[in-house]
């Protein structure tokens, strides 16, 4: 698919950003221009794929309940009312919007903002831009194709990528560590820490091992990935299910895959779960987790519940972080240098 519009020949190589007044926006104008362009382009691409662009809202009654993820809380004091109602800005529009393929909406996309508290750093913005998608009938490597014609038919006008390269999970977490990741024991986990240098990690991680395979997959698998390509990274262990459905035939694992490039997460997708039963259990020992945690318990969303009980279509699910794909394909160092205003000029 060709881009609306070509950009500029001077975004084919990383350029330096000026530093500005902070009353400025921290992103030039030309990579403004690069963002409308880039918008344009996802909105072409998805037109003609007859995928229904759709709006849900950034404020919801229930939160997400993922240990990892924190939501800004703020209260609604609704006229006539005498107390406030609790309301959560979205790290997400997945819950809303799997509401709406429950009701037969079929293949949708958002771009949305989405807001995640805790979150700082070169990659992080607590406000960032997030492209979601569901397609309908669509599995993994379904999944897998989209992504990489998305990704490649909005930067025409730079270098091609090569051909993506697909992996899986544990064979990728072998080949770097030696360790079985699905049966691996903590004193594995500490083994692999120590012999990559890491002396931060037990301090980080505690007991828990999913801490750990994130930790260690981030820090010495990670940088690796997405060279001169899009890597996708596919089959996660059970103990990172998220909201994807067990592999047929494998309980061990669940059919979620994550993007990358230049060493960077741009997204992660699903074969999405559409059992209410287990996202119900999956949902509460979340909570357990919170409270373990000693982390605020958002209301379960009963209404996604609910929708899944009715009845979610086969579809598989695509969220992809804007801003990161921006400074990915740009060679920008900071997420900053893609924002107008990031949360230090707000």
């Keep these: 698919m060709p881009a609306p519009s070509h950009f500029p020949s001077f975004f084919l190589f990383p350029f330096s950003l000026p530093m500005f007044p902070d009353w400025q926006p921290s992103a030039t104008l030309e990579v403004l221009r690069l963002r409308a362009n880039l918008l344009a382009g996802i909105r072409q691409y998805f037109a003609q794929n007859d995928v229904l662009e759709v709006e849900t809202p950034l404020l919801g009654q229930a ?13 609604y004091h609704q006229p006539g009312r005498s107390t406030g109602l609790t309301l959560y800005l979205q790290t997400s529009p997945e819950y809303a919007m799997k509401r709406l393929l429950a009701a037969g909406c079929g293949s949708i996309y958002q771009i949305t903002k989405a807001f995640r508290n805790e979150e700082s750093g070169r990659l992080h913005n607590p406000e960032f831009t997030l492209l979601e998608w569901y397609r309908t009938g669509f599995g993994i490597p379904e999944l897998i194709a989209d992504v990489e014609a998305l990704i490649n038919g909005l930067f025409t006008a730079f270098p091609p990528l090569q051909s993506c390269e697909i992996h899986d999970y544990q064979s990728l977490f072998q080949y770097h560590s030696g360790v079985d990741p699905l049966t691996a024991s903590l004193a594995d986990m500490q083994q692999c820490a120590r012999q990559w240098g890491l002396p931060d990690a037990g301090s980080v991680c505690g ?3 999913n801490n750990w395979l994130d930790y260690l997959f981030s820090e010495r698998i990670q940088p690796c990935l997405g060279q001169g390509r899009l890597s996708f990274v596919q089959g996660y262990p059970a103990s990172l299910p998220s909201l994807a ?5 494998d309980a061990r694992i669940v059919e979620r895959v994550e993007v990358f490039l230049a060493g960077m997460e741009l997204g992660n997708g699903y074969h999405e779960l559409t059992d209410a039963v287990e996202q119900r259990i999956r949902f509460e020992a979340a909570q357990c987790e919170r409270n373990r945690l000693g982390l605020m318990q958002p209301p379960l969303d009963e209404r996604l519940l ?3 009980d009715y009845g979610l279509p086969d579809c598989a699910g695509m969220a992809i972080g804007v801003d990161r794909l921006l400074m990915a394909r ?11 205003f990031p949360v230090a000029r707000a």
């Design 245 to 249: 459905r067990t592999r047929s035939g």
């Design 63 to 75: 939160g997400v309940t993922d240990p990892h993820l924190q939501a800004f809380t703020t209260v």
């Design 330 to 340: 740009l060679g920008l160092a900071t997420i900053d240098e893609t924002l107008c």
């Design 306 to 308: 609910a929708a899944l």
């Design 207 to 209: 007991n828990s091992m």
